[in-house]
């Protein structure tokens, strides 16, 4: 291996307290609000085929209008508490909020940039009393925090000359004064969500982002940042020149989930998914396939299984209230959470191996195995392979009516579970308690005989 100055300082996940309330929580809302939600991918009457919040960067859109756009932020329907209420009826345990994306507009009255909530006709903190009402529900909040920032003089996307390196010098102080007042703005806060840390002048740095990095956590112990913010002494990010994961868990998944155990190496990791193909902001015209709650809540499964999190991204109107797909979609998972979310929270990769029907969650740290089907076979019987050793001690569904008898023996360790011809319009669950065992087979074929 290199020997890395600036490259993961950590080997394995990590063990403490708050990075396992984190593993637990499996579920989080995303949060993508700014002056974005105003044109909502639409101006002058032409629609920006691009994400929503990008509009900026659209040559259609004069950058001098978009930025002037802070003097219409005037969210008269924002109402943080039913916020927070609707996340915590959807079973969120944690949410990520956007302070600043990438147009430099800052949701708190900064001190160190006159582009903030502040100098808007709403005048007032929009951040503040969100963390108030998200804490208040018993729900987590972490901060998205955008390093590249479009209104920032001093930005640079690569230093070409000593003009620009003096400027980013002055940038970079700028951004770590930034996150230091969030953090004394709103102690609660559990960590930061970056983004916008691709361009050179970012990557070819990684002394300051790893010296970063300790200072938040020494300002702030126990901070959880994805491995989106680092870069290492040779410009590797997210993992560095050793092919070791820098940060806290692997935060690459936006947009897309792993397919397999293998994909994730056992590092903690996060998948942040949009409803429709590609809108983190509000845009009022959704192209493209729009994913159904089933699809989100399949998804979710997934995730849990492989031992990850994952958080559905929503984006407000710039009234403050949420369009009805995803009212609709909040209420529907809820639904669902309500009768199926033990199987979520907690849960983690069962090693146990992969059936088509669907997903294992292990309830982590226990001998409690759910399984989530999501395809039911037509021939109406679910395989279930356990691990040599492992013995099936008792199987229950947490609804009604969805088994039906108990478990056939079809093999060494291999039973059918028969399910009731009920037609399922969601995935369900069948919880297995399992037990190590020298012998295999035991347990159910005792029951049969
Ligand atoms: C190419 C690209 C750049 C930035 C993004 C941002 N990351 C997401 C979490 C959103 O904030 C999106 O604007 C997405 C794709």
Not at 276 to 284: F, H, I, K, T
Not at 439 to 442: E, I, T
């Given at each position: 291996t290199l020997p890395l100055e600036h490259g993961a300082h950590r080997i394995g996940n990590r063990t403490d307290a708050d990075m396992a309330r984190w593993r637990s929580q499996r579920l989080g809302q995303f949060i993508h609000w700014g002056l974005y939600a105003i044109p909502g991918g639409e101006w002058k009457g032409k629609t920006y085929n691009g994400a929503a919040e990008w509009i900026r960067s659209w040559k259609e859109m004069p950058q001098q209008e978009y930025d002037n756009l802070y003097k219409q932020f005037?969210?008269?329907?924002?109402?943080p508490e039913e916020w927070a209420q609707q996340a915590n009826d959807m079973g969120a345990k944690y949410m990520i909020i956007t302070t600043k994306h990438h147009d430099g507009f800052c949701l708190w009255p900064s001190k160190y940039s006159k582009y903030s909530v502040a100098a808007s006709p709403w005048k007032k903190d929009i951040i503040g009393p969100m963390v108030d009402a998200y804490n208040k529900k018993g729900i987590d909040v972490y901060l998205y925090f955008s390093?590249?920032?479009?209104?920032?003089?001093?930005?640079?996307?690569?230093?070409?000359t000593p003009a620009d390196s003096i400027a980013y010098q002055r940038f970079k102080v700028f951004v770590k004064n930034q996150l230091t007042e969030l953090l004394q703005r709103y102690p609660t806060v559990k960590g930061f969500w970056f983004d916008g840390t691709w361009d050179d002048s970012w990557k070819n740095d990684g002394s300051f982002s790893d010296e970063l990095e300790q200072y938040l956590q020494r300002l702030h112990p126990g901070l959880i940042i994805g491995s989106r913010l680092r870069a290492d002494e040779k410009g590797a990010r997210h993992f560095d020149s050793n092919g070791r994961l820098m940060g806290d868990y692997e935060q690459g998944w936006e947009r897309k989930l792993p397919e397999k155990s293998a994909d994730v190496h056992g590092n903690d990791w996060e998948g942040v998914m949009t409803i429709?193909?590609?809108?983190?902001?509000?845009?009022?015209r959704w192209a493209g396939h729009i994913k159904s709650s089933n699809e989100l809540i399949e998804m979710l499964v997934k995730s849990a299984s492989l031992g990850g999190n994952f958080v559905i991204n929503f984006g407000p109107k710039s009234d403050g209230t949420f369009r009805t797909e995803e009212v609709q979609r909040m209420q529907e998972i809820s639904r669902w959470m309500k009768i199926n979310g033990s199987a979520i929270y907690g849960g983690t990769d069962a090693g146990f191996a992969k059936q088509d029907w669907g997903y294992y969650i292990r309830k982590s740290g226990t001998d409690s195995v759910y399984m989530v089907v999501c395809n039911v076979p037509v021939s109406g019987q679910l395989r279930v392979k356990l691990p040599a050793q492992t013995t099936l001690v008792n199987v229950t569904s947490l609804e009604k009516n969805i088994i039906s008898g108990t478990p056939e023996l079809i093999g060494k360790n291999e039973y059918f579970i028969h399910l009731d011809h009920k037609n399922q319009d969601a995935p369900f669950v069948i919880l297995l308690q399992t037990s190590k065992d020298s012998?295999?087979?035991?347990g159910f074929e005792k029951a049969k005989t």
């Open positions: 005037n969210p008269v329907n924002y109402q390093i590249i920032d479009w209104n920032q003089p001093d930005w640079r996307a690569a230093l070409k429709p193909e590609n809108q983190w902001g509000y845009n009022a012998r295999d087979n035991s």
